[in-house]
């Protein structure tokens, strides 16, 4: 059974950085696309960056030029880097690996 769970989350001031981990339980990510989406209190969820299986990567525009999404196949997890951060960037961030696995999220607070 695939788990994916995220970490990284926390509080930061705006135009700080965080970098989110997400860790597989198996060996997907070397293999699979997956991306990363965000979560908004009140608002709908919406994507965020995706790498594909040869490491081909899309942003965003909302985030295109500050957060950059990678992975290390040797530790079997997926990363976001996240700069210059602004207060709307504050929501639940999710990993997703197509079609329909989730992790648990991990908040990130941007503060103003």
């Known amino acids: 059974q695939v788990q994916l769970v995220e970490s990284g989350g926390g509080l930061v001031q705006a135009g700080g950085s965080l970098r989110l981990s997400c860790a597989a339980s198996v060996r997907i990510v070397s293999f699979n696309s997956m991306n990363w989406y965000r979560q908004a209190p009140g608002k709908q969820r919406v994507w965020v960056a995706f790498?594909?299986?040869?490491?081909?990567?899309n942003y965003a525009d909302s985030v295109k030029g500050r957060f950059t999404i990678s992975r290390d196949t040797a530790k079997n997890t997926l990363y976001l880097q996240m700069n210059s951060l602004k207060p709307e960037d504050t929501a639940t961030y999710y990993c997703?690996?197509?079609?329909?696995?989730w992790g648990q999220g991990t908040q990130v607070t941007v503060s103003s």
């Open positions: 997703h690996l197509p079609p329909a696995y």
């Open positions: 790498i594909s299986s040869v490491g081909t990567t």
